[in-house]
Structure formats: structure tokens, C-alpha cells
């Protein structure tokens, strides 16, 4: 059983929609990232969540501690946003992560 | 200020061979993390360092190895290589492992074992 769960696995949007990539965990975490990774296999941390909502341009963030759920949304969707994203939940004190199985993210013009 | 750099990019190992991997973290950042992704397994948790004592490890045959320097770069290793060790291995590093420190990833190493 994997501690963590995205939906969807794979996900294909029109230019300008909005998107949602939803996560959720098992187990006590102390933070849950955010990542992006494009064709070539490097990862960017979007986010760092451990309570309520963040805001980066046309993308948000949100986390409930309670239902151990996270969102990613995504407003105005481009192109250049088709990557995978992967939600990452951190246990304890540690930089130990478990991750999601990510989404594929393909924004069409 | 520069980003976590992990060299090399690209590698290609014959079966049985070892290879060794570098990550050098973000000036500052103590706490150094490894991961391998692969198609079926997605991203899993090798090991992580922090000032030079690995602090946690996953669950990987001792093939996998690793050290931190003084300076916080990490190496890690795997001897015997396989087929199956074909991945992209990736490490993080943040200033340490703990509530509220951000993790920062590198651009990965790609390996093939042939």
C-alpha cells in the first residue's frame, strides 16, 4: 500500500482551463511538496505546505491537515505547464519524503 | 546563489561494474537526501545524511551505499551493478531535515546499466 495517492494519473487539458491535482496521505506528516518534473528528468519544488493555502502565480496550493488531503490547482492553464507533478509528504524530522506515483499534466493550445 | 548540482548528468555501466555519483548541495545546506526513480517504482528513498551520519535509509540491498564530506557533498554508490539499477537518481538537499526546511532537488543523474 503506498502512503500516498494522486488522482488523476494522467490528466489532458485545453489551453486556459483550470486544473486540479488532488493528494492524499496515510500517515502523520511535518510538511507535503509540491514538484514539477519535465522531460529530462529534473525536479522543481513548487510548493512547501504544512497548513493552509499558497498562492505562485497561477498556481495554488492547499492542504488539510485533518482529511490528509492536498490540492494543486492550476488557473489559466498554458502549454508550458504539461509536466508531471508529484506530491511529496515528509515524515518526522528527517529530509525522508514518500512520494506520490505523480500526474501527467498535457496542456493542448 | 547556485542550485544542488549532481554530476554526472549521464552515466552508462556494464552489468557488474560499480559506479559512483555526486551531489554537491546548495552552500549551507547540511542535510543531503538520495532518491532513485524508476518507470515501474516511481520516486523511492535511498538514504539521507546529515553532517557527515546517515540519519535514515530505505529499504535497498547493500549494493547502495553512500557518505557525506565535511562540506556537505555526498557520493553515493552502488557496486555490482544490475540491470534493474537503470534509473534516474536524484538527490535533495535543504540547510536541515525538519519542520518548515524546504528541500531543494537537483537535475538528477540518468544511469543505464547494459
Known amino acids: 500500500k503506498n502512503e500516498v495517492e494522486q488522482s488523476p494519473q494522467n490528466l489532458t487539458a485545453q489551453e486556459g482551463e483550470f486544473i486540479t491535482i488532488n493528494c492524499s496521505y496515510s500517515?502523520?506528516?511535518?510538511?507535503l511538496h509540491w514538484l514539477q518534473q519535465h522531460p529530462g528528468g529534473g525536479i522543481v519544488s513548487l510548493f512547501m505546505l504544512s497548513s493552509g493555502k499558497k498562492k505562485h502565480g497561477r498556481l495554488i496550493a492547499t492542504i488539510n491537515i485533518q482529511e490528509k488531503h492536498s490540492s494543486l490547482h492550476i488557473t489559466a492553464s498554458h502549454p508550458r505547464d504539461s509536466a508531471v507533478y508529484i506530491c511529496a509528504v515528509r515524515l518526522g524530522t528527517g529530509n525522508q519524503f514518500y512520494f506520490g506515483t505523480g500526474t501527467s499534466l498535457t496542456v493542448i493550445p | 546563489k547556485a542550485g544542488v548540482t549532481q554530476t554526472p548528468r549521464y552515466l552508462i555501466k556494464t552489468r557488474g561494474q560499480q559506479v559512483t555519483l555526486s551531489c554537491s548541495p546548495i552552500s549551507g545546506h547540511r542535510s543531503v537526501s538520495w532518491y532513485q526513480q524508476t518507470p515501474g517504482q516511481g520516486l523511492q528513498f535511498l538514504f539521507e545524511y546529515f553532517s557527515e551520519t546517515q540519519r535514515n535509509k530505505g529499504n535497498f540491498p547493500g549494493r547502495f551505499s553512500g557518505r557525506q564530506f565535511s562540506n556537505s557533498r555526498s557520493e553515493m554508490n552502488v557496486s555490482t551493478l544490475e540491470l534493474g539499477d537503470s534509473a534516474l537518481y536524484l538527490c535533495?538537499?535543504?540547510?536541515?531535515?525538519?519542520?518548515?526546511?524546504?528541500?531543494?532537488f537537483g537535475q538528477g543523474t540518468r544511469l543505464t546499466v547494459v
Open positions: 500517515v502523520g506528516i511535518s510538511a
Open positions: 535533495a538537499s535543504s540547510l536541515e531535515g525538519g519542520i518548515g526546511r524546504e528541500a531543494f
